[in-house]
């Protein structure tokens, strides 16, 4: 074979294995762009995992857990600061939401930050604001938003 030949040989196949490569890694979060988010976490107090729902593309509904840190009571309502972890259907992505909030009888206000994801939502950022209204096995959070 010709010395141009084999180089352009090479190169194809160079192009191919890259193209092969790319088509088989794991899928990053494809963001299209800074959209508005919903999340709703129907929190049970009497279960260790909730549910969730929310319009993110390939995770609109789930299962919620506490993380790190918790509640503090006052005698007026109290603060949460900690981490709550949403898990998408299927286990095979998630993400990870630092919340702040003061509750009461009426329910919750408060802040949230996206701290981290994985999966399909790998590289996820996202925040915005909590309301929490109760419900008859709990309080259902809304996370209202913006996630990119």
């Known amino acids: 074979m010709r010395r141009?030949?084999?180089?352009?040989?090479?190169?194809?196949?160079?192009a191919a294995a890259a193209a092969v490569a790319v088509?088989?890694?794991?899928?990053?979060?494809?963001?299209?762009g800074t959209f508005s988010v919903l999340?709703?976490?129907?929190?049970?107090?009497?279960?260790p995992v909730s549910?969730?729902?929310?319009?993110?593309?390939?995770?609109?509904?789930?299962?919620?857990?506490?993380?790190?840190g918790g509640a503090h009571f006052t005698p007026w309502g109290g603060n949460f600061v900690g981490?709550?972890?949403f898990t998408c259907d299927g286990g095979a992505a998630g993400f990870d939401v630092r919340v702040q909030?003061?509750?009461?009888?009426?329910?919750?206000?408060?802040?949230?930050?996206?701290?981290?994801?994985?999966?399909?939502l790998a590289g996820m950022k996202g925040s915005g604001r909590l309301v929490g209204i109760p419900s008859d096995i709990?309080?259902?959070?809304?996370?209202?938003?913006?996630?990119?």
């Open 83 to 85: 981490t709550k972890q």
């Open 4 to 14: 141009p030949a084999r180089t352009a040989l090479l190169g194809c196949c160079a």
């Open 101 to 120: 909030a003061r509750f009461g009888g009426g329910g919750s206000v408060g802040s949230w930050v996206i701290a981290g994801a994985w999966g399909d």
């Open 138 to 148: 709990g309080i259902d959070d809304n996370y209202a938003g913006t996630v990119r």
């Open 51 to 68: 549910s969730f729902d929310s319009n993110l593309p390939g995770c609109s509904t789930g299962t919620v857990v506490n993380g790190s």
């Open 23 to 32: 088509m088989t890694a794991p899928a990053a979060y494809a963001s299209p």
């Open 39 to 47: 999340i709703t976490a129907h929190t049970d107090f009497s279960q």
